[in-house]
């Protein structure tokens, strides 16, 4: 969510960009980060910190938003039809890899 400006960009500019967001909808590296610390239990309200689902990111909705086409993955043999067909045309290009 630091970025998403970039969408309207690509689509202003109408950048030859494919762009393949990995959507697991948490803050997974600061899961690590804690159990490297020694944290065996999370509390509820540190779980929630780590949460990117209530409400949940919908990048499909959100790119296209930004006049970016997209689409919505959750397996790996769609995900390479998308990507082969997302390099090969022309502007912007947006898939979310749900994770």
């Known amino acids: 969510m630091y970025t998403p400006q970039a969408l309207w960009t690509m ?6 960009v494919l762009a393949v967001i ?6 997974a590296i600061l899961e690590g980060e804690m159990a490297n610390l020694g944290f065996n239990h999370i ?25 970016v086409e997209s689409a919505k993955v959750e397996s790996t043999p769609a995900l390479d039809d998308l990507v082969r067909n997302g390099i090969n045309r022309h502007g912007p290009f947006v898939i979310e890899a749900l994770l």
């Open 11 to 16: 689509a202003r500019e109408q950048a030859n």
């Open 22 to 27: 990995c959507a697991n909808h948490r803050y």
């Open 43 to 67: 509390g509820h309200n540190a779980q929630q910190m780590m949460s990117l689902s209530d409400p949940t990111i919908d990048w499909v909705k959100l790119a296209s938003s930004m006049g």
